[in-house]
Nanobody, 115 residues
Framework: QVQLVESGGGLVQPGGSLRLSCAAS????????MDWYRQAPGKQRDLVAS???????NYADSVKGRFTISRENAKNTVYLQMNSLKPEDTGVYYC?????????WGQGTQVTVSS
């Protein structure tokens, strides 16, 4: 069993930055592939960024060059650094852990980009 707790969301102006954190507990964090998803109001939940247990990263085209996913296994934490934020980045951001077909979601953290 893995528990995921996101933090770091909030209100930011366009062009600003935020860093999201996802703290994991309950299992061997380093063996999990970790993802960040985003769900905008009235839309489906979409994959934003992912990082494998080996540290290989991948990004949605809409965030490439602006967002960076990283992990710190010693702290059981995955991060999402978000720069040059746009209003269309607004949504609830969810952390997702998966390994060998077993997956867990966090409760989400709200990010609002608005002037």
């Amino acid at each position: 069993q893995v528990q995921l707790v996101e933090s770091g969301g909030g209100l930011v102006q366009p062009g600003g930055s935020l860093r999201l954190s996802c703290a994991a507990s309950g299992s061997i964090f380093s063996s999990y592939n970790m993802d960040w998803y985003r769900q905008a109001p009235g839309k489906q939940r979409d994959l934003v960024a992912s990082i494998t247990s080996d540290g290989i990263t991948n990004y949605a085209d809409s965030v490439k060059g602006r967002f960076t996913i990283s992990r710190e296994n010693a702290k059981n934490t995955v991060y999402l650094q978000m720069n040059s934020l746009k209003p269309e980045d607004t949504g609830v951001y969810y952390c997702y852990a998966n390994r060998w077909g077993v997956a867990y979601w966090g409760q989400g953290t709200q990010v609002t980009v608005s002037s």
